[in-house]
């Protein structure tokens, strides 16, 4: 399994783009980049998923290079509910998955 | 729908007791999760069942024993639990193919569980 790595917290005000950064260095041919968010007391929400380069849904935007050892979740204009911890994750593609969470990157949005 | 449902929200126990706590999701996914999530901790693997079998069990003691009943449904039966076994549980459900999309996992919102 790829172990990942991202900042343990960041601090952002609201409004501002913020962008949060995973290291993969050992991501497999067949994995996917996936990031979920996480409030307290609530089970994680997938976010987005991508393979490379960049991909863009309604909430955030990731940024995968073309040599897929790190990611960038990118989150516009944050606001106070956006407080949470996001998890980076690299996940195949087989028929279950065998999930590995790191410790995640808590962010708290600042008024 | 995207609807994982636990019950219950919240379960107090006490160490002779025995309990279950119920998953079930009608999105037709084949793969189920069980998590275990203590407190600022990320959330860690405890089984995963594929087409209603057990396919992977991550060394967790026997207090603990999965159930899959059918394909929509997962219970986790607990028996003489210590008070570290106290933490939030996690059920989750992913489409269990290997097609775009089918590793996103949707999880449900969690059992409180309080061992005293």
């Known amino acids: 399994l790829a172990k990942t790595t991202q900042p343990i917290s960041m601090d952002s005000y609201e409004g501002q783009e913020v962008n949060i950064t995973c290291s993969h260095n050992?991501?497999?041919?067949?994995?996917?980049i996936t990031w979920y968010q996480q409030f307290p007391s609530q089970g994680p929400r997938f976010i987005i998923q991508?393979?490379?380069t960049k991909v863009t849904n309604e909430v955030a935007s990731l940024f995968i290079p073309a040599d897929r050892k790190s990611s960038t979740l990118s989150l516009p204009r944050v606001s106070l509910s956006d407080t949470a911890v996001y998890y980076c994750l690299v996940v195949g593609l087989g028929g279950y998955q065998k999930v590995t969470f790191g410790t995640g990157t808590k962010l708290q949005v600042i008024p | 729908d995207t609807e994982v449902t636990q019950t219950p929200k919240h379960l107090v126990m006490g160490m002779t007791n025995k309990k279950s706590l119920k998953c079930e999701q009608h999105?037709?996914?084949?793969?189920m999760y069980w998590y275990k999530q203590k407190a600022k901790k990320p959330p860690e693997l405890m089984f995963v069942?594929?087409?209603?079998?057990?396919?992977i069990n991550e060394s967790v003691p026997s207090r603990f024993s999965p159930e899959c009943p059918n394909s929509s449904l997962l219970n986790l039966h607990l028996h003489a639990l210590q008070p570290e076994d106290s933490a939030l549980y996690l059920c989750a459900s992913s489409l269990g193919t290997g097609q775009w999309g089918g590793n996103i996992q949707y999880f449900g919102a969690g059992t409180r569980l309080s061992v005293l």
């Open positions: 050992n991501i497999a041919t067949n994995d996917y």
């Open positions: 991508g393979y490379k």
């Open positions: 999105m037709g996914h084949r793969a």
């Open positions: 069942y594929s087409y209603e079998k057990l396919s």
